[in-house]
């Protein structure tokens, strides 16, 4: 196990280079000349040559590349100009706020995505299994965003038991239960999704595995149907969720965008909208750098865990 | 059920069929429908509530009539969501294509570059392309649809890679054609209904994509406006008007529901799996529907096991296939009885049903009783049920790679099983398994306890296999053909293994095979089966040598020596009967060689004297 850790977080590097290129692209592409954009429309050619030469931005793509790179490795990723702050600092703080709702996120998918498969696949035909395959047909449909609003609308409009935006009161605010309280109907929005489409998988490995031999021979040694669904079959088909459900985290990461949006969540997806509206490039560039580079990161975890759960995957 | 769950899986999808249709259909006659003009402002109407006079659906903080708006918009959203999955579907599958057609170093060139996009979250990658293009409608395009190129890409490479070896497009390049030719004749006509069902799925995706850029402001620009946009104004007075949130909403989701509907109706009908019913979830136990009353159970203590004209049906569909069509065996305290057939003749089925472990749906058991102790499994509760299983009657299956759990060490399974039955704290009982694994002879058992079961040769799963049934000292054990997946040299050791404990513990073996080489070795009496029924039983050793049924002696023929013989029965030539369509009369008579006009009409009993039994009209002679 430690050697193909080892060797997972060394393939790893090649991943994370390519992203640093492709988001290295991605801003030498934007159209317009970034000096103009920082000094406005009214500098002089020569102010703007002068800045052009500061940041680096005379010399060929290939060493700016290098350059940007080196200032990467040493935690530097430029500074905002709308901001006026360090990128780093920015993506950073923000970066932890979005952690804290995607964490939270995918938990309630998880947990809920899990639950329901199993039921669903336990009940298979059955009554509950048609309404909760229906429900989670409309959770897949429905836009995130429409989804928050209503959610919105009920809960803190019209019964007033939840805040509707921001992560913590205004005035005496900050304690934990007030953390939770805000963070309850955004998390839930960002989960349904996802909750839906893990749902669908579980049912469907859980129904896969169920009709195999080893789950006949579990019956015959004289185990209960609970042992059978959750020790066996649920045992041997989360080998087969695991991968969805990483691959689900970058759908909550990218959907955070919304919810943030809709809820003011303070994350680093409100950040990137106004960024690319303000056009703050080196924002959106360490914006996109970080939340890609924490899905790699959680895809491994991911990947680790259904190794560590398959003893035949290890070599 | 089955049907059941199909019918109401289509009646969902034509649902879904219909309101796309008519979405579309509005969204089309656009221009011809008598609507204001969705751009016209008008102050003195702004926010009036839905139903109001002049405006259905009320109108937004421009006083903008939101009916005209919203099909305005859904033309939009729809038009644009169309567009990005085309888009995405063009470039995706041209990709797909030439390196699924290539392979080598092109297909490894382009299928890295789309796994690099794929380590991108979803959105954001369409965040990142839009930060570059620049807000709009059409960038939004662009990006939704360059998001999605990685999915057909990857779909359609899988299925070209399928094609470029088939035969048929060996034989198209040998005839000259070149590579361009190739592709447009032979590979995309084929690849075309992937790609298809690959859009139908995604579209829905699509349009709450754009949707969603739109709604952040990313995409379709005012006064233009698609739904995602409408939904992003209504949101800035969420609280004062929440209908112009809350229709564009609705229309999204209508539209995403529709088409989700509709793909999983469509994908549904396309697998075979949910027709035939493979695709169910068999039950704890074998449902039992009895046509007739049970039979009165015997008086007195009575054998081990007695089953009394049990019958057991796979019903798929509306065919029925009648795997066991009354059998009647009979078991004493620590005999070994063999049960013979080929396969297909139902003994395998007979042997799952006595505890009910025959997949159900399809299998129900329709008639007969199984007693064990004088109780009937048949009539048991599932509790009753459990306890007997493993625990007073165990099996052993055929192929212990696939029987045992993957996942879990060898030495879990036995602890397992031994505490299903009783309260035994888990160390006492892992040193159970570990002695029980000695028994069954595994050198160095205590280690090998902590094996998998892929780590373990056939030989040794086998016993494992063993361990595992006789873990909890059953008084009746069931071997389902336990070393035909085994290579010869281990078989004769498995067999020594299971004779030496059965007789050590005077356990009752029911032992399933297609060998009378093995029933020699090791039964005291033997049942042949045939097409669901037992054609002859006797001690086996008076069987063996005069057998009475026709088929009977074939199959003894078909051992060159006894004790040695590990021949398979084809020797005998045709083959049984299928179980749906059995004859009436003998069902061996196609077969047979003494088969006459009477062999093929009624009913033939099971009839001989004393220990010895014979369906048969035309008995072979007992040679005096
Ligand atoms: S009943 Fe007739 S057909 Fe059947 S085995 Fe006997 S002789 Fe052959």
Partial sequence: MLGYTIRRLLALVPVLLGLTVIVFAIMAMIPGDPATAILGSYATPENVARLNRELGLDRPLVEQYFIWLGNLAHGDLGRSYSLNRPVLDEVLERFSATLVLAGAALVLCTVFGLLIGIWTAARQYGLVDRVLTFVVLVGISIPSFWLGLLLILLFAVRLRWLPASGMQAIYGGGGLGDLAAHLVLPATTLAVVATGVIARLTRSAMLEVLRQDFIRTARAKGLGEGRVLYGHAFRAALVAIIPVIGVQAGFVLGGAVYIETVFQWPGVGGMLVTAISTRDVLLVQGGVLVVAASYVLFNLLADLAQTWLDPRVQT | ?624
């Fill in chain 2, 1 to 624: 059920m089955t049907t059941l769950r199909l019918i109401w899986r289509n009646r969902l999808a034509a649902f879904g069929g219909i309101v796309l249709c008519a979405v579309v259909v509005v969204a089309l006659l656009a221009p011809l429908l008598p609507l204001p003009d969705p751009d016209l402002t008008a102050p003195a109407e702004r926010l009036k509530p839905p139903f109001s006079a002049g405006a259905l659906l009320g109108t937004d903080h421009l006083g903008r009539d939101l009916l005209s708006r919203l099909i305005w918009g859904t033309r939009l959203s729809l038009a644009v969501g169309i567009a990005a999955a085309v888009i995405a579907a063009a470039i995706g599958s041209t990709i797909g294509i030439i390196a699924g057609f290539r392979g080598g170093r092109i297909d490894n060139l382009l299928m890295r570059g789309i796994d690099m996009l794929m380590a991108f979250p979803y959105i954001l990658l369409a965040l990142a392309i839009v930060a570059v293009l620049g807000p709009g409608l059409v960038n939004a395009l662009y990006a939704v649809a360059a998001v999605n190129v990685p999915f057909f890409a990857r779909n359609i490479r899988g299925v070209t890679v399928g094609l470029a070896h088939r035969e048929f497009v060996d034989a198209a390049r040998l005839s000259g054609k070149s590579g361009a030719r190739l592709v447009f004749t032979e590979i995309l006509p084929n690849v075309l209904p992937v790609i298809v069902i690959a859009m139908s799925t995604t579209i829905g995706w699509m349009i709450l994509e754009t949707a969603g850029l739109s709604f952040l402001g990313l995409g379709s620009q005012p006064p233009q406006a698609d739904l995602g946009s409408m939904l992003g104004e209504g949101r800035k007075l969420l609280i004062t008007a929440p209908h112009a949130s809350i229709v564009p909403g609705v229309m999204i989701f209508l539209i995403v529901m529709s088409v989700n509907l509709l793909g999983d109706g469509v994908r549904d009908a396309l697998d075979p799996r949910l027709r035939s019913g493979a695709l169910s979830r068999p039950a704890a136990a074998t449902e039992v529907r009895r046509k007739a009353a049970t039979p009165a159970a015997g008086a007195g203590a009575g054998p081990l096991l007695a089953v009394e004209g049990l019958e057991t049906e796979f019903q798929v569909g509306a065919r029925v296939y009648r795997a066991v069509g009354g059998v009647d065996l009979a078991i004493a305290p620590g005999e070994c009885l063999g049960l013979i057939g080929e396969s297909g003749s139902g003994k395998s089925v007979t042997a799952l049903s006595l505890l009910r472990l025959v997949a159900s749906p399809p299998g129900v058991i329709t008639a007969g009783a199984v007693r064990i102790g004088g109780e009937d499994t048949l009539a048991m509760k599932p509790e009753a049920l459990r306890r007997i299983r493993g625990a007073r009657v165990s099996y052993i299956f055929q192929d212990p790679l696939g029987t045992l759990h993957p996942l879990l060490r060898v030495g879990d399974q036995l602890v397992e099983a031994i505490r299903a039955h009783a309260p035994v704290p888990r160390r006492a009982a892992w040193a159970r398994a570990v002695a029980m694994l000695e028994r069954v002879q595994i050198p160095n058992a205590a280690a090998r306890a902590r094996s998998y079961p892929h780590e373990l040769s056939g030989g040794m799963r086998q016993r494992v296999g063993i361990a595992l049934a006789l873990v909890n000292d059953p008084e009746l054990v069931i071997a389902d053909e336990p070393t035909t997946a085994l290579d010869v040299t281990v078989q004769a050791g498995i067999l020594a293994i299971l004779d030496g404990l059965r007789r050590e513990r005077g356990l009752s073996l029911l032992f399933i095979t297609h060998d009378f080489g093995v029933v020699s070795q090791l039964c005291d009496r033997v049942a042949v089966m045939y097409a669901g029924r037992i054609v002859e039983t006797g001690p086996t050793a008076e069987v063996l040598a005069a057998p009475r049924h026709p088929y009977t002696r074939r199959l003894i023929a078909c051992v060159p020596e006894i004790g040695a013989g590990r021949r398979r029965l084809e020797a005998i030539p045709g083959l049984p009967p299928p179980v749906d369509a059995l004859p009436e009369g003998c069902a061996f008579a196609p077969r047979c060689d003494k088969a006459a006009e009477r062999c093929r009409t009624g009913q033939i009993a099971l009839e001989g004297s004393g220990d010895r039994a014979v369906r048969c009209l035309f008995p072979e002679e007992v040679p005096a």
